[in-house]
C-alpha cells in the first residue's frame, strides 16, 4: 500500500481541521500523520487510527528552528519513502514542501486554506512573499481550498495557474452534516444552557466562534455590538474561541469593552460548539481574510444566517440576503447595520433559516468532500 504523509505546523489541525479525513484514506494509502507534540497528537493517532512522528515547528519566522525542523522532517521522508506528502497550515508547508522536495517524494501538495502575509506590510512581507513562492515552487502541486483564494494567488503571481487546483466546491475536509444538525440538541439542553449563561427567550443572540483575534475582525465586531447595547438590552453576544494575543492582540479598548459590557458572554474554547449555535440567531464573522470558514458551513449547517465579510470562502457560502448577509471587511458601520438588520426584521431571518441547511448538504457534505480529494490522489501516477 502507498504511503500519505499528512503535515501540519501544530496537531489540533490535524485532529481538528482533517478530522475523520485520515482515518477514511486509510482504506485506500497508508497514512501518517506529522505534527508538534501534545495530547492532540494522540488523539488524532486513537480516533483515526494512524500512525504519527513528531515533529516540532513554530508558527512565527524561527531560522533556526525552521531548519531544524526541515532536517528532522526530511530524515521522517527518506526513512518513510512516501507517493504523497499533502501539507497544511503556512509553516508545514514551506518546510514540509521543501523536506519533500529534497527527499524525492514524487507527489507534494500544499493546501492554502488563507494567507496570513495579506495582512503584513513592509520588510516582512517582502520576506513572506518570498518564502510562499518558495513553497509553491517545492510542490507539484497547490491546492487553495476556495476558488476566491485560488484567484489571489494568481493576482499576487505566486505561482503559475497551471500549479494551482480548487477540489470540488472548495472546502478541505467539508462538514458532517448529520453532527451538524440543531435537531441533536435537546430543548432542555437548551434552556439550561441559556439559564447558565443568563439568556432569555426575549433575547437576540448573535455568536462568533473562533479565534479572538484581531484578524478575525473582533476589534471591529466588539465596538459594534457595544454601539448596538447601549440602544438595547435585550441582545448578547457569545465569544467562543481561544485567545491569542501573543500572535495577534486585540486593541485595549477592546479588551476593556469585553470586560465591562455585561452583554459580551466569553466562553473560552468549546469542544462542542453545537449547543451555543442552537441557542443563536445568527453568526457574525468579520474576518479579514479566510481560506474556506469551516465555522460559516458548522453555523449554516445548523440553521443559522451568517454575517460575513466580503472576502473568498466567506463569500462562497454565504449569498447576500438569502441565507445571510455580506458585508465589507474592515467596516464596523456595516456590520452593526447588519447586525441590526437581524434584530429589526425577524421574519427576513426566519426566511434566510431556509435557505441555510439544504445548501451546505448539496455542496459540502464531508463524504463527498474526502471522495473528491481521494479522486484526485488516484490520478497521481
Known sequence: MQKLIRITTVPSSLRTLLRGQSRFMSDYYEVIGISGDGAALAEVRQNEGIKTHVVEMTRTITPLKDLKATYKLYKVLKAEKPFIVHTHTPKAGTLGMLAAKLAKVPHRLHTIAGLPLL?????????????????????????????GLQQII???????????????????????????????????????LKQELGITKDHIVFIFIGRIVKDKGINELVNAFNALSKQNDAIKLLLVGPRENHLDPLLPNTETIIMKNKQIIVTGVKKDIRPYVAISHALTFPSYREGFPNVVLQCSCMNLPCIVSNINGCNEVIEDQVNGLIIPAKDESALKNAMQFIISNPEKRKDMVKHTRSRIIERYEQKYVWNEILKYYKSLK
Open 119 to 147: 495582512e503584513t506590510r513592509g520588510n516582512k512581507r517582502k520576506l513572506l512573499d518570498v518564502v510562499e513562492k518558495l513553497t509553491y515552487k517545492c510542490a507539484t502541486k497547490i491546492l487553495p481550498n476556495s476558488t
Open 154 to 192: 494568481i493576482d499576487n503571481k505566486y505561482t503559475k495557474p497551471d500549479k494551482l487546483l480548487v477540489i470540488g466546491n472548495g472546502s478541505s475536509n467539508g462538514i458532517d452534516t448529520k453532527h451538524y444538525d440543531a435537531s441533536l440538541v435537546s430543548q432542555e439542553k437548551k434552556e439550561q
